[in-house]
Nanobody, 115 residues
Framework: QVQLVESGGGLVQAGGSLRLSCVASGNIDSIIVMGWYRQPPGKQRELVARITGGGSTGYTDSVKGRFTISRDNAKKPVYLQMNSLNPEDTAVYYC?????????WGQGTPVTVSS
């Protein structure tokens, strides 16, 4: 079994920064892709950023140039550096992973951006 645990959420003023971390633990043989999703209040969950096992990254348009997903190596934490935050970034952020060809989710960490 694999577990994903997020941390780093919180309250920040508009224009500020936060860094989210996601740690994967358990029986990990292969990490296909890791990603960050978010679910704003009253809205559907959406993909924010993803990083493949080979290190390729992708972002949703609304965060390009502001957010950076990174990982030191395949079995280290995945980070989401979030800069220039605005109130529209307020959401619960979830770590997602395709690990050992199965999908896993973290419990979510809330991010609130005040104006």
């Amino acid at each position: 079994q694999v577990q994903l645990v997020e941390s780093g959420g919180g309250l920040v003023q508009a224009g500020g920064s936060l860094r989210l971390s996601c740690v994967a633990s358990g029986n990990i043989d292969s990490i296909i892709v890791m990603g960050w999703y978010r679910q704003p209040p009253g809205k559907q969950r959406e993909l924010v950023a993803r990083i493949t096992g080979g290190g390729s990254t992708g972002y949703t348009d609304s965060v390009k140039g502001r957010f950076t997903i990174s990982r030191d190596n395949a079995k280290k934490p995945v980070y989401l550096q979030m800069n220039s935050l605005n109130p529209e970034d307020t959401a619960v952020y979830y770590c997602n992973g395709n690990i050992n060809w199965r999908e896993y989710w973290g419990q979510g960490t809330p991010v609130t951006v005040s104006s």
